[in-house]
């Protein structure tokens, strides 16, 4: 069973203070690592996919990285525009690979972002 | 190009009730998936449609389901509405399964 926590589940920084959201996660045969933003009544807005340990992401002021184990967004020198949910999600190997996961994305609770002006 | 688009985007209905909710994906994506959305479970997995044919579902109860068309838009069904089943329900659309692209959502909520 895929299985991902994120973590803090809250996050408070004042505009400008940088910081990290990690992203750890439980898969056999990674597929594919997803990172959405979400604000408050709407869907989630796709970031980043990331698909290989190493791999590095940017826009703007997000950087997403992974390894084998867990992912980071890091954000740099946020404002109070970039408050949201930010959420990460991971799919496994699909049908005929071992797996059963079209189209299934397995998501954390997410990290909820403030940022303060 | 015009993306996700869900109808309607609120629904109130009363227990023991069924709902249709509708799901037009990005033109040219062939996968719809839907998700259920609460405080306390977070985004959950329903079912998978690609070319007309659920390739996967989630662990729900049957009284939830969902059909693609040949334009690839997609419905899904729950029959005999429960209080917890208020929920905001997405969808999101993909090329060949991977990236997904999620629409505004429709929030149900059932009295």
């Known amino acids: 069973e895929d299985q991902v926590t994120q973590s803090p589940e809250a996050l408070r920084l004042q505009e400008g203070e940088s910081s990290s959201l990690n992203c750890s996660y439980t898969?056999?045969?990674?597929?594919?690592l997803f990172w959405y933003r979400q604000d408050p009544g709407k869907g989630p807005e796709f970031l980043f996919t990331l698909y290989s340990a190493g791999e590095e992401k940017e826009k703007e002021r997000l950087k997403a990285t992974l390894t084998k184990k867990e992912s980071f967004l890091h954000i740099t020198a946020p404002k109070p525009e970039d408050s949201a949910t930010y959420l990460c999600?991971?799919?496994?190997?699909?049908?005929?690979?071992?797996?059963?996961?079209?189209?299934?994305?397995?998501f954390g609770q997410g990290t909820i972002l403030t940022v303060h002006p | 190009k015009a993306g996700v688009t869900q109808t309607p985007r609120y629904l109130i209905k009363t227990r023991g009730q069924q709902v249709t909710l509708s799901c037009s994906p990005i033109?040219?994506?062939?996968?719809v998936s839907w998700y259920q959305q609460t405080p306390g479970q977070g985004l959950q997995f329903l079912f998978e449609y690609f070319s007309e044919t659920q390739r996967n579902k989630g662990n729900f109860p049957g009284r939830f389901s969902g059909r693609q068309f040949s334009n690839s838009r997609s419905e899904m069904n729950v029959s005999t509405l429960e209080l917890g089943d208020s929920a905001l329900y997405l969808c999101?659309?993909?090329?060949?399964?991977?990236?997904?692209?999620f629409g505004p959502g429709t929030r149900l909520t059932v009295l």
């Open positions: 898969v056999s045969g990674l597929r594919g």
């Open positions: 999600a991971v799919q496994g190997p699909p049908l005929g690979a071992g797996g059963t996961s079209y189209g299934k994305l397995t």
């Open positions: 999101a659309s993909s090329l060949m399964s991977d990236t997904q692209y």
């Open positions: 033109s040219g994506h062939r996968s």
